[in-house]
C-alpha cells in the first residue's frame, strides 16, 4: 500500500464539488493527517466538469500525482474523465438512482459501489446533501473514524444552525451505513486504510496565506476588482482587515485598484491591491508612477495562463517579464515569488518590510496553483511572533528639521548614500511636499535639467544596490549540494520538484536543486553554474522567461524544462523529464 | 491647524507657467482660499492632481500632494482620505482628465460620497497637448483633430454627477473670484464628496468658451429662486443644455459620507512593531 492515499470527487459546475472536497480535506487535516488538494477542471472532453482532488499522507504531501484509488462520480463523465488515473481495486461511489448513472460499467478489477446518495439525502432531510452521504460512505470504505467528518460539518455549516448541522451528519452516517451493509466484503478487501494521529494542523490556500500574511504585516488598506485566480485575497480581507482597523474596497477597475492602494500608501498606510495578468497589464502605467514617486506598495499577481484571457483557470508562470520589465522607461522595483503556499505568508510579511524599507514597488508572485491548493501545515508555520515590522526611514516632526533645505522645504528624494530619502507622512509639521510621476528634483518639483535627472536615476539604482548588501537573497536549497547537476526553479514548482527527487530513487542523476523565491534583486548564481556540469531550469512557461534572465546574469547555456498546456507540473511526470534531461 | 493659516501658505514659490491670463490662475486662488477659510493648513491638507494645465496646480500649490498619472486622480484621493481621515483631500484636474479618460472613476466616486472636495478646472478644450476638442467641447467647435467639430453632444457633468447619486454639485466661475472660492469652501464644508465645476477659461486655445462669454451667459443661482435641496428644480436646470450657471445646483442635505456609512474612521497609519496582538486567532481559523 502507497504511504498516500489519492481521492476526488467530480461533477457538473454547480453541483457543489469544491465545498464537498474542502469538507473531505478538512476532515482529514483534523484527523492529524497532511493533505494536499487540486482543482481539476482540466477537461478531456468539454467545459463545465469540475473536480476537487485530495491527496492525503500522514508524512507532508506537497503535490498530486496522477492516481485515484477512490472516486466519487456524480456523472458519468466523471468517470470517464479519470479513466487514467485509476486502477485495479480503485473505488467508484455513484448513485445509480440517478437516471444519467443508470447504464455506467464499472471498469475491470475495480470496484464499483451503488449508494443511492439522494434517496439517503432525502431520508437525513434534503436532496442537497447528497454529496455528505457520499462523503460518509467514503469514511466508511477507507475505514476513516467518521467523527473527523462530523468536526469538519460543524465547521462548515456551525453559523447555519444546530439543526444543519445535525441533518448533516445524519446524511453522513446514512452513507456510512449503507456501505457497511451492502459492501461489506468490498470494504474489508479495500487496501487503504486512513489512520488517524493526534495533530491538528492548519489547511490554507495561497492566496488565503497571502491575505493572513498582510493582515500579520499591519497591511491596513486593500483595494482590488475582481479576477480568478486573486479573488480569494479579497474576499479573504474584507471583514477580517475591518477587525484590524483596515478597509477593503472592491474598486471600479484595475486602474483605480492601483491607484486607491497608491493613494493609501502615499498617506501612510500599509497598502497592498491584487490582481491576475490582465489587471497587472491595465496596473502598469501607474506602476511606473508608485515606482518614481517612491512610494511602498505591495502589487500581487496571482498568474493564471495568458496573454489576453489566455486560459483564465490554468495554471502558468507567465508573468515574469512583465513584473521585471513591464511599464516604459526605466526604474527598479522589487519581485518575490514565494515558493510553497505557506512561503506565501511570510514572502508577504516580507513584501510590505521591503516597500517601506526601500520605498518601492513590490511584485509579489503567486500563481493559480497556489490560489486554489488547499494545503496543510502544522500552525507554527504560521508562528506569528516571528512576524517583524519594518517600517524604514519615517522621519517624525523633531527629526523633518534635519532633511529641510535652506529655504525648509522638506527633501522627500534626497538623494542619500543608501538611495532612501527620509518619508515624512502627510500631517506631519513641515513635512508638505509633493510627488509625481515627472522626474523631480529633491524636493519633489520636476525638472529636467540633465544632472539632476542623472542623479534621481542613480539614487533610485542606490536603493537596490543598498538592499542587496542588506538582506539576504539566497535561493532555497534542496538536494545534494555536491551533484554535478544543477535544477533551478522559481515560484510554485518546489513542492512538486522536491517530490520528484523523492521518486527518482537511487540509480537517477543526483542533483543539486534551488528554488528561487528572490527574482528581484536575486541571487547571483553564477558560481552554483560554474560549478555544475548541467543545469537544467524548470518552469511553467513556454519561452523560459527565468532561463533567459539567468542566461543573461550568468552569460552560461542552461537546458530548459517547460510546460504550458494549462497544467501545473506532476511529481512522477517531472521525475521522469528531469532524468532525461540529466542523461 | 493653526487659525492664523493665510491662503498664501498654501502657495509654491514655483511660478505658474500657465500662459497669462489662463483661468487656471483665479481657479488656483480661490481653491487656496477656500482651504484657508475652513482652517486647513499645508501639512493636514493633501492635494491629488491630474495631469493637463490644470494638473500642475499641484507643483503651485504647497501642501502634501501627488501628481499622479492622466485621469486617475480621483482613486487616489479616495485612498488618501480612507487611509487619513485626519486629512483634508482635495482632488483637482481638467475637463480631459475627469469627464474623458476618468469619466469612469468621475462616475464612481460620486456613487462613493467619500468626504473631500473635487475641482474640476473646464476650459471645453485639451489645454497641455495644445487644442484638441474635449469631452465638453461644444458639438460644433472645431480643432485638429475635430476639423468640423466632434458632431456629438458634450457630456454634461453636472448631470452625471446628479444620475450617479451626487450630494454636492455646484458650478463655479474662475474670475468670479469671491463666489468662486466660496463656492469651493460649501464643497470642502459638505459631509461628502463636494463637485465643483469650474469654468476656467483657456485664452490660447478656446476662442469660444471665454470670460466675455461667460460674462455674457452666466445666471448665478443666489440671484434666483432655485433651492438646492430640491432635487427636481437641480434636474430640470441641470438638463437645460442652454443655461450656464454658477451656483450650488443640488445639494442632499442627508448626506451619508463614506466614512460614515463604512465605518471607515481610523487613521490606518499607526501600526504594532509585529503582528496584532491577536493575529494568532487568524491561524486557528483555518484549523
Ligand atoms: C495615458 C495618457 N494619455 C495621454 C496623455 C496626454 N495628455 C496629457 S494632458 C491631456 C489632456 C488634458 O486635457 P484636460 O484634462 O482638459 O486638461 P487641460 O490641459 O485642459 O487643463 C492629454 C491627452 C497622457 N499624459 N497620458
Ligand atoms: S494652454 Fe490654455 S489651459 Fe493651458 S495654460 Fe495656456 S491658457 Fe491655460
Ligand atoms: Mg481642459
Known amino acids: ?583 | 491647524m493653526s487659525s492664523d493659516v493665510r491662503f498664501i501658505d498654501f502657495k509654491s514659490d514655483k511660478q505658474p507657467t500657465w500662459c497669462p491670463g489662463c483661468g487656471d490662475f483665479g481657479t488656483m486662488n480661490g481653491m487656496m482660499k477656500a482651504l484657508a477659510n475652513t482652517g486647513n493648513d499645508p501639512d493636514n491638507t493633501f492635494v491629488v492632481a491630474g495631469i493637463g494645465c490644470s494638473g500642475k496646480i499641484g507643483t503651485y500649490m504647497h501642501s502634501y500632494a501627488l501628481h499622479g498619472v492622466h485621469g486617475r486622480a480621483l482613486p487616489v484621493g479616495t485612498g488618501v482620505k480612507m487611509a487619513n481621515p485626519d486629512l483634508e483631500v482635495m482632488v483637482a484636474g481638467g475637463d480631459g482628465d475627469g469627464y474623458s479618460i476618468g469619466s469612469g472613476h468621475f462616475i464612481h466616486a460620486v456613487r462613493r460620497n467619500v468626504d473631500m472636495s473635487y475641482i474640476v478646472m473646464d476650459n471645453r478644450i485639451y489645454g497641455l497637448t495644445k487644442g484638441q476638442a474635449s469631452p465638453t467641447s461644444r458639438e460644433d467647435f472645431e480643432t485638429a483633430t475635430t476639423p468640423e467639430g466632434p458632431k456629438q453632444p458634450p457630456v454634461n457633468p453636472l448631470a452625471l454627477a446628479l444620475s450617479a447619486g451626487g450630494t454636492f454639485i455646484a458650478q463655479s466661475f474662475a474670475s468670479d473670484a469671491q463666489r468662486h472660492a466660496e463656492l469651493v469652501q460649501k464643497a470642502i464644508e459638505h459631509d461628502g464628496f463636494g463637485f465643483v465645476n469650474v469654468f476656467s477659461p483657456c485664452v490660447t486655445f478656446n476662442d469660444t468658451d471665454t470670460y466675455d462669454y461667460f460674462r455674457d451667459n452666466l445666471t448665478d443661482l443666489a440671484e434666483t429662486d432655485h433651492d438646492p435641496n430640491d432635487f427636481d428644480e437641480a434636474k430640470d436646470r441641470i438638463m437645460d443644455a442652454d443655461a450656464e450657471y454658477q451656483g450650488i445646483l443640488y445639494q442632499d442635505e442627508d448626506s451619508v459620507p463614506y466614512h460614515e456609512s463604512h465605518g471607515v474612521t481610523e487613521n490606518m497609519t499607526e501600526i504594532p512593531d509585529g503582528a496584532p496582538e491577536d493575529a494568532t486567532d487568524l491561524v486557528r481559523e483555518f484549523y
Not at chain 1, 112 to 135: H, Q, T, Y
Not at chain 1, 188 to 198: G, K, P, Q, S, V
Request: aromatic content about 8%; charged content about 30%; some cysteine.
Open chain 1, 1 to 583: 500500500m502507497p504511504a498516500d492515499f489519492n481521492w476526488a470527487i467530480g461533477g457538473e459546475a454547480g453541483d457543489g464539488i469544491n465545498s464537498t472536497g474542502k469538507i473531505f480535506a478538512r476532515a482529514l487535516s483534523r484527523a492529524g493527517r497532511h493533505v494536499f488538494t487540486s482543482k481539476d477542471f482540466a477537461s478531456r472532453i468539454r467545459g463545465g466538469y469540475t473536480a476537487y482532488k485530495v491527496r492525503t499522507a500522514i508524512d507532508p504531501v506537497e503535490s498530486t500525482v496522477d492516481r485515484l484509488d477512490v472516486l466519487i462520480a456524480l456523472t458519468q463523465r466523471t468517470v470517464d474523465e479519470n479513466i487514467d488515473e485509476l486502477h485495479e481495486g480503485s473505488v467508484i461511489i455513484y448513485d445509480g438512482e440517478r437516471t444519467s448513472m443508470q447504464d455506467l460499467e464499472i471498469p475491470d478489477g475495480m470496484v464499483g459501489m451503488d449508494v443511492p446518495l439522494k434517496s439517503l439525502a432525502e431520508d437525513a432531510g434534503g436532496a442537497i446533501m447528497r454529496n455528505i452521504v457520499a462523503l460518509g460512505a467514503a469514511c466508511e470504505v477507507t475505514d476513516f473514524p467518521i467523527e473527523h467528518l462530523g468536526s469538519s460539518l460543524e465547521k462548515r455549516f456551525s453559523d447555519k444552525g444546530e439543526s444543519i448541522v445535525e441533518n448533516n451528519k445524519t446524511a453522513a452516517d446514512l452513507g456510512a451505513e449503507f456501505v457497511r451493509e451492502s459492501y461489506e466484503a468490498e470494504t474489508t478487501e479495500f487496501e487503504y486504510e486512513l489512520e488517524t494521529t493526534d495533530e491538528n494542523y492548519v489547511l490554507i490556500n495561497g492566496d488565503e496565506a497571502i491575505g493572513m500574511g498582510a493582515i500579520a504585516a499591519g497591511c491596513r488598506f486593500y483595494s482590488g476588482y475582481p479576477i480568478t485566480p486573486a479573488t480569494d485575497v479579497m474576499e479573504y480581507l474584507t471583514g477580517r482587515l475591518e477587525r484590524y482597523g483596515g478597509h477593503v474596497v472592491q474598486a471600479e477597475d484595475e486602474l483605480s485598484a492601483i491607484n486607491m492602494a497608491l493613494g493609501a500608501a502615499r498617506a501612510g498606510a500599509r497598502s497592498m491591491t491584487a490582481t491576475s495578468g490582465p489587471g497587472i497589464d491595465l496596473m502598469a502605467e501607474t506602476f511606473g508612477l508608485v515606482a518614481q514617486s517612491e512610494t511602498p506598495l505591495v502589487i500581487c499577481d496571482v498568474m493564471r495562463s495568458g496573454p489576453s484571457t489566455g486560459m483564465p483557470t490554468k495554471q502558468e508562470q507567465g508573468d515574469l517579464n512583465m513584473t521585471l520589465f513591464g511599464g516604459h522607461g526605466e526604474i527598479p522595483r522589487f519581485v518575490i515569488a514565494p515558493t510553497t503556499i505557506a512561503e506565501c505568508f511570510w514572502k508577504t510579511v516580507e513584501a510590505f518590510n521591503y516597500a517601506e524599507k526601500y520605498q518601492t514597488p513590490v511584485y509579489l508572485v503567486s500563481d493559480l496553483e497556489m490560489a486554489v491548493t488547499e494545503q496543510t501545515f502544522p500552525p507554527e508555520a504560521f508562528d506569528m511572533d516571528e512576524v517583524d515590522i519594518d517600517r524604514g526611514k519615517i522621519v517624525d516632526e523633531d527629526e523633518v528639521d534635519e532633511w529641510l533645505d535652506d529655504e525648509g522645504h522638506f527633501r522627500a528624494h534626497a538623494a542619500t548614500e543608501d538611495g532612501v530619502s527620509p518619508r515624512a507622512l502627510p500631517g506631519t509639521t513641515d513635512g508638505a511636499h509633493m510627488s509625481t510621476g515627472l522626474e523631480h528634483n529633491e524636493l519633489g518639483r520636476r525638472t529636467e535639467d540633465t544632472e539632476i535627472r542623472v542623479e534621481q536615476v542613480h539614487k533610485r539604482e542606490r536603493k537596490v544596490e543598498t538592499a542587496k548588501e542588506r538582506e539576504d537573497w539566497s535561493p532555497r536549497e534542496f538536494g545534494n549540494p555536491d551533484a554535478d547537476n544543477l535544477v533551478v526553479s522559481w515560484g510554485s514548482n518546489e513542492g512538486t520538484i522536491s517530490e520528484a527527487m523523492d521518486l527518482m530513487g537511487e540509480d537517477a542523476p543526483d542533483f543539486r536543486f534551488l528554488s528561487v523565491p528572490y527574482l528581484f534583486p536575486r541571487p547571483d548564481l553564477s558560481e552554483a553554474f560554474e560549478q555544475a556540469e548541467q543545469v537544467v531550469v524548470v518552469e511553467c512557461n513556454a519561452t523560459g522567461q527565468f532561463a533567459d534572465v539567468l542566461e543573461h546574469d550568468t552569460l552560461e547555456r542552461v537546458d530548459r524544462v517547460n510546460k504550458y498546456n494549462g497544467v501545473g507540473f506532476k511529481a512522477d511526470e517531472l521525475a521522469a523529464e528531469i532524468t532525461e534531461v540529466l542523461q
